[in-house]
C-alpha cells in the first residue's frame, strides 16, 4: 500500500498570504497525485488532478506540481473561503489512499 | 448537472447489515468508474471500493474485503455498496464518488450517508 504523508498538518494563515502544502509519497507513484478541498460539513471537492491539472471551475490560485514522490499544492493569495481541509489522494495502485490531510484555518 | 445522492445509511448494531444506495443523474452512468469512501467522525478520508464503467472491475480496501460487496445498476444508474458484519469503526460518512473511464481521480461526489454501528 502506498503511504501518503502531508505537512503541515494546520495552518493558520493571514488573507493574501501564499499557502504551501506538501505531499510525499512512500513509493513513485509518477503524476497519479490528486488534490481536494473539504470545507466544514460539506463533501470535497477536486482541485487538481495529475499533480498540476486544474479542474474545470477552480480559481485560479489554486496550483499543483511535482511527480515521483514529491508533491506540493500552492494557493496564491488565500482568500476567506479557502478555509478548508485539504487532502492528496494517489491512484497510482490500488488500494487508493488518501493523504491525512491539511487544515488550513484563516487568521 | 451532474447529481450523486447517497441513501441507505442509519444506526445499526455490530454484527449487522446494511445497504448503501447510491442514484446518479446528469451523465451516462454506465461509461464512469465508481466508488465508495468514507469519513469516520472528526477524521480524514479512506477509499473504500472501486467498480469500473466498463469491465466490471472491482477492488476493496483490505479493511472491508470479504465484508463488503460494491455493485451497480447501469439500467438504474446506480451503485450499491452492501454492508455486512458491521463493526464499530466502520462508523462513517459514506461517499460514492465518480470516476472518468481511465482515470484515477474522483471528479464528483455526494453528499455523504451517516451509517453508525453501535
Known amino acids: 500500500e502506498i503511504v501518503l504523508t502531508q505537512s503541515p498538518d494546520f495552518q493558520s494563515v493571514t488573507p493574501k498570504e501564499k499557502v504551501t502544502i506538501t505531499c510525499r509519497a512512500s513509493?513513485?507513484?509518477?503524476?497519479?497525485l490528486h488534490w481536494y478541498q473539504q470545507k466544514p460539513d460539506q463533501s470535497p471537492k477536486l482541485l487538481i488532478k495529475?499533480?498540476?491539472q486544474s479542474f474545470s471551475g477552480v480559481p485560479s490560485r489554486f496550483t499543483g506540481s511535482g511527480s515521483g514522490t514529491d508533491f506540493t499544492l500552492t494557493i496564491n493569495s488565500l482568500e476567506a473561503e479557502d478555509a478548508a481541509t485539504y487532502y492528496c489522494?494517489?491512484?497510482?495502485?490500488?488500494?487508493?489512499?488518501f493523504g491525512p490531510g491539511t487544515k488550513v484555518d484563516i487568521k | 448537472e451532474v447529481q450523486l445522492v447517497e441513501s441507505g445509511g442509519g444506526l445499526v448494531q455490530p454484527g449487522g447489515s446494511l445497504r448503501l444506495s447510491c442514484a446518479a443523474s446528469g451523465f451516462t452512468f454506465s461509461t464512469y468508474n465508481m466508488n465508495w469512501v468514507r469519513q469516520a467522525p472528526g477524521k480524514g478520508l479512506e477509499w473504500v471500493s472501486f467498480?469500473?464503467?466498463?469491465?466490471?472491475?472491482?477492488y476493496y480496501a483490505d479493511s472491508v474485503k470479504g465484508r463488503f460487496t460494491i455493485s451497480r445498476d447501469d439500467a438504474k444508474s446506480s451503485l450499491y455498496l452492501q454492508m455486512n458484519s458491521l463493526r464499530a469503526d466502520d462508523t462513517a460518512v459514506y461517499y460514492c464518488a465518480r470516476g472518468p473511464t481511465g482515470s484515477g481521480f474522483f471528479d464528483y461526489w455526494g453528499q455523504g450517508t451517516l451509517v453508525t454501528v453501535s
Open positions: 495529475y499533480a498540476s
Open positions: 513509493q513513485s507513484i509518477g503524476n497519479n
Open positions: 467498480i469500473s464503467g466498463s469491465t466490471g472491475t472491482i
Open positions: 489522494h494517489q491512484s497510482s495502485s490500488f488500494p487508493f489512499t
